[in-house]
């Protein structure tokens, strides 16, 4: 392939404005915002699967002290019926007033019981009121951090894309100035060479694999003609010549 020496070197401006897009992808990509919100996003599930938890935990203690609760109110109902039965005179049975005497001393027994059960089943509560308490201001504390990581990632990225934009704006113009026929040529090379298809032959080296030009492919550049668009051997990518070759 032939291509006016100005438009091979039109190529490179070509190539350094693809090099600064893909060293903005990497910058776009590399944000240290990504990984730090990623962490609280990690961290913040994890926590709210903690409130989640701890909110069921009193939600099923506050349920277990309602029925505790009626339960000690029942028995002391009874107890104050028994009571109330006695007091009145109407059991005259020696027995009768037995088991029903005996009966009000097991209910009282039986209430103590039930109000140590409401004593512990309130501490229960107490404690997991507490847990969710503090899982609730670690959870809003982790959110702020995240919504502050999540707003300059935001605006690191909207910086980059601005810049992309306008840097895919320059190329598209550069690339206009450019035989198509060499763009294709350019294009199908750098998609396999990691993403430099051109690079520049600087004091005898190709500036693309850094490798110094032998003597047999320096006579070969020598000899070439001027429009024509040269391959280096080693890396196969298009070797520009320039005023500062070297050859």
Request: proline share 2%; charged share 35%.
């Amino acid at each position: 392939m032939n291509a006016e020496p100005a438009d091979q070197i039109r190529l490179l401006d070509v190539q350094a404005l693809d090099t600064r897009l893909s060293q903005l992808a990497h910058k776009r990509r590399s944000l240290p915002e990504h990984a730090e919100l990623d962490s609280l996003t990690k961290d913040l599930t994890a926590q709210r699967d903690l409130l989640v938890a701890a909110q069921t935990e009193e939600s099923d203690t506050a349920r277990e002290q309602t029925k505790a609760e009626q339960d000690v109110d029942q028995v002391r109902q009874r107890a104050v019926r028994d009571q109330q039965r006695l007091d009145s005179g109407a059991v005259s049975s020696p027995k009768d007033l037995e088991n029903l005497q005996r009966e009000i001393a097991s209910l009282a027994k039986r209430q103590g019981d039930l109000e140590d059960v409401v004593l512990e089943v309130m501490e229960r509560r107490e404690s997991a009121q507490e847990r969710v308490a503090e899982l609730t201001d670690r959870v809003a504390a982790l959110q702020v951090k995240a919504d502050d990581a999540k707003s300059r990632r935001d605006a690191a990225t909207a910086a980059i894309d601005d810049e992309v934009a306008a840097v895919s704006k320059d190329r598209e113009v550069v690339v206009g100035s450019v035989p198509a026929d060499l763009v294709a040529l350019y294009e199908k090379i750098r998609a396999k060479q990691g993403g430099v298809g051109a690079a520049k032959l600087y004091q005898k080296r190709c500036l693309g694999c850094q490798l110094e030009l032998d003597m047999a492919e320096v006579n070969e550049v020598k000899a070439a003609p001027k429009d024509k668009v040269l391959r280096h051997e080693n890396c196969g990518r298009i070797l520009v010549r320039t005023a500062d070759s070297g050859i």
